[in-house]
Structure formats: C-alpha cells, structure tokens
C-alpha cells in the first residue's frame, strides 16, 4: 500500500505550533514510507478564511522545509465535485433536504437542553420527499444510521466506539449551498487516496459522522491517529483565535527551523531519551506507535536551549548565512565590519537566539554615538581618558595589526601606569562597544580594525574634554 497523508488547514488563523505539529508528523509519516504528502487547503467557510492565514500556511511550511508533493488543492476549487456527489446521495436516498427553520430549530435546542437531552436534529425532514425547493431556504443532511455502532482503530489511542443513537443527521449542504467541513474532507480523502488521516484530537468526534458517509458511499475509510493537545505554559489549550502563536513569529524572533523542528517533534514523541534529532534521523525514526496518549506541554527554555544547541553545531557558514538575512532586515550592512563568521566564532556559545546576536554584533558594522548615564558619570573621567589618549598613542603606532599585539599594548599600559587590568579593560569596552561587557577586548578591537579603533578611543577622549 503506498502511504498518503495531507495536512488539511483551514486559512482561518495562524499556524501556529499545534498545526506544525500535525504537518509534521503527516510529513515525516510519509517520507518514513517512502510515500506522499499533500496539502489541502480547507477553506469552504468563506467568512472565517483570509489571505493572511493562507500565506501563514504556505511561508511557515516553506520555512520548515515541509514539502508536499501534491496541492495545495483548495476545497473552494471543487464545488463540482461535491455537489455532484451531493445529488448522488439524494438521489439513492442518503441525504435529504431539510426545510426546518433556524428560528424552529433553536426553540428545539432550548428546549432539549432544559430536560436535560443532548441537542441533537431529530430527523423532522428525514421521511419528507422534498423536490420542489423553489426559492424556500434549505440545507441538505446526512441520513446517518439510527442503529448500530462506529468502531475504529485510531493508531495513537487505540479501539474508539461511537453508538450511532449518539448522533445525528448532519447538514452536508449549507443554506448558501456551501457544503461543510465533516463532507468535504471525506469526499477529498477518498478522492485522493488518503490512507492515514493524522490530524489533532478535536475531530474525533467528526470521525464517525465521516466513516458513515464513507461507508454510505462505498468509499474506503482511511487509518485514524488523533494527537493530543498541546498546552501553553498556563496550561491553555491552543487555540488559532485566543493565543497561538504565528509560526512565523518564531522566525522573526531568531529561531532556526532546524531547532523548531527538533522541539516540535518533542511535543508528544520520543524515541528513548534521545532529544536531538536532525530530519533525516526523524524521518528514519518516526513512527506512530511512539506518539503520547497525553498532552504535551510547551517549555520556551526547552526552545530555547534547543535554538542555541543548533547555533552551536550547524554550520557556520549556515549560521552566518542566516544571521546574515536578520541583519540585512535590520538595515545592518555587514561590509562595513569584520567578516560575519569571525564574529560569530568570538562570541561562540553565548546566544540562544539569532535576534540577539544581530542586536549585540551591531557595534562591529556601525557606529553609535551615546553612552548609558551610568557609564558617563563612573568612567567618563579626567584620569581614565589619561590611559585613552596613551592607548590611542599606541595603537596608532602599532605596526603590525594582531590580536596578541593588542594584548601587549593593554599590557603595556597596565604596567606603566600602574593601573588595575579591570578599569582599561572595562574602559576600552565601552569605547569600543558602548557598553561594558563584551568577549576578549583584544579580538574585538582586533576585529574592528586599527583605523576605527582609533576614532572610536578619540571620540571618547574628545566627549571627556568637553565636558
Ligand atoms: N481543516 C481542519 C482544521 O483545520 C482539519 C481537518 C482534518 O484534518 O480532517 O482543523
């Protein structure tokens, strides 16, 4: 049997984790078996889908590396279709049209809720052979069985039995002739052959209302595996509309698909205590047997800690590619500094996020002009810009432009004029930098070169003699 999964979204919110999720077990389930991906894009509820959702799907897949191999289908492309198979089902007699009025059908809600009954459509339409519709408003349902029990195998959790008394006939076909969701999905996973439908715990109530349309139809049903929830850190389902978190957020914030990847997979798979895991070992690896029965938790210092393991251990020409696109986005223009992955080489195993590096590389590629008060009032002093101008005096000679050098000349300094190695340190930092705290300050001024070195120790020199 050759395996095909989908990720079905609806562009009605973000994507947000828990969607991720979903796709990438779809995705990796499929490569795992040498099978196919596909992307649909669920989007008959013409109201609650957009654009901006839509384009989330497709860059947050994209960024991920979540390829498909077919699609994205939208559902609004095959009305066709489904009304077809709609027409078919009335004629044999499996749907029928329903005249009940809104207005009727809520008195009847209220007052099934009052004694105490499960709000369900008690069939009123079902043995009345409506043909002429003329312009009355209508929906079209689903005659599901009165007797008799759904039974399915789900993957991840095992037998799950639905009594057919449990539910009802459900609207197929919407007053604005729109077919719904528990419809089109059946009909677009038989069409494309789907053989796992792998999606959140939220539709197993949808599955047997889709096996006995299935079935109505002679169509094949398709293997079940419903994942848990994923919680916020409160404890919160997620949810598109309350506080989920757009995917692509992650990116701007300096996350690395690599580390999203390894995290996400985590939420609710394991294989032994292994946590690292790169595509290829999670494409071998994958299974569902190994999916959780209970919720996972989201842990943004497990992320984070991840991000900075992946900073750490790709590539650095990977690295410095990335890192070079933030800084691009933030108008740094990296010619005019030190080659990027030497910067990245000196800072080496210090940041857990590509924004924060982008932000504490700035000094290296442009210039900045104000110091925090703190500095100004505690080192902006007659003494400290003794040991500047004598810096500067230095390095101007300085013949042969090298990180040991450097460290003489501050040596050198501390020597002959017997002061502490902490305050020249400290005080070519924030000439350097801005502020006083930085990797080894002999590579900095190294990496920012002799002729701006020069003019950032003057500019400090100048800015104590004036004030
Ligand atoms: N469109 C549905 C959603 O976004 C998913 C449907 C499915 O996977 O069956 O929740």
């Excluded at 919407?174 to 677009?188: A, E, K, L, Q, W």
């Excluded at 933030?330 to 992955?341: A, R, T």
Aim: aromatic residues 10%; charged residues 25%.
């Amino acid at each position: 049997m050759k395996i095909k999964t989908r990720f079905a979204p609806s562009p009605t919110g973000n994507l947000h984790i828990g969607s991720i999720r979903t796709a990438l077990y779809s995705w990796l389930f499929a490569r795992h078996h040498n099978g196919k991906f596909i992307l649909r894009i669920e989007d008959t509820d013409l109201k609650r889908s957009d654009i901006l959702s839509l384009n989330s799907i497709l860059n947050g897949l994209k960024w991920l590396g979540l390829d498909w191999d077919e699609g994205p289908y939208f559902q609004s492309n095959r009305l066709c279709r489904y009304k077809e198979v709609i027409k078919l089902m009335l004629n044999k007699g499996d749907a029928y049209v329903c005249i009940c009025s809104s207005e009727s059908l809520l008195k009847l809600r209220n007052k099934q809720i009052k004694e105490g009954i499960k709000p369900r459509y008690p069939g009123i339409c079902r043995n009345l052979k409506i043909n002429h519709l003329l312009n009355k408003n209508y929906v079209i349902r689903f005659k599901n069985p009165l007797y008799g029990k759904v039974i399915f195998d789900d993957n991840i959790r095992g037998k799950i039995i639905f009594d057919n008394t449990e539910l009802d006939d459900f609207i197929i076909q919407r007053s604005n002739g729109m077919p719904t969701y528990n419809f089109c999905v059946v009909i677009d996973d038989a069409d494309m052959n789907i053989t796992h439908v792998i999606r959140g715990e939220d539709h197993i109530n949808n599955t047997p209302r889709q096996i006995n349309i299935l079935q109505s139809l002679g169509l094949k049903i398709p293997i079940y595996a419903h994942l848990s929830m994923i919680l916020d850190e409160e404890r919160q389902k997620i949810s598109k509309r309350k506080n989920a978190i757009n995917i692509l957020e992650y990116r701007k914030n300096g996350f690395l698909p690599e580390a999203l990847l390894n995290y996400i997979i985590r939420l609710g798979w394991s294989h032994g205590n292994q946590e690292i895991f790169n595509k290829e070992e999670m494409i071998k690896l994958f299974n569902l047997k190994s999916i959780s029965k209970s919720s996972s938790i989201i842990n943004t210092k497990k992320l984070l800690w991840m991000n900075k393991y992946y900073i750490n251990h790709l590539s650095l020409n990977y690295i410095s590619d990335t890192l070079c696109e933030y800084m691009k986005k933030e108008n740094i223009n990296i010619k005019n500094g030190p080659d990027l992955i030497s910067v990245i080489k000196l800072f080496s195993g210090r940041y857990y996020t590509l924004k924060d590096m982008t932000k504490s590389f700035q000094y290296f590629y442009e210039e900045f002009s104000t110091f925090d008060k703190r500095i100004r009032e505690e080192y902006f002093i007659t003494d400290n810009c003794l040991i500047l101008e004598k810096f500067h005096k230095k390095i101007a000679s300085l013949f042969c432009w090298n990180c040991e050098n450097i460290s003489i000349v501050i040596n050198n300094i501390i020597i002959e004029m017997k002061v502490q190695k902490k305050i020249v340190n400290t005080l070519l930092r924030i000439a350097m930098t801005g502020s006083t705290s930085s990797p080894c300050i002999s590579s900095v001024i190294y990496l920012i070169g002799q002729k701006k070195t020069l003019s950032r120790i003057q500019r400090v020199i100048s800015y104590i003699n004036n004030l």
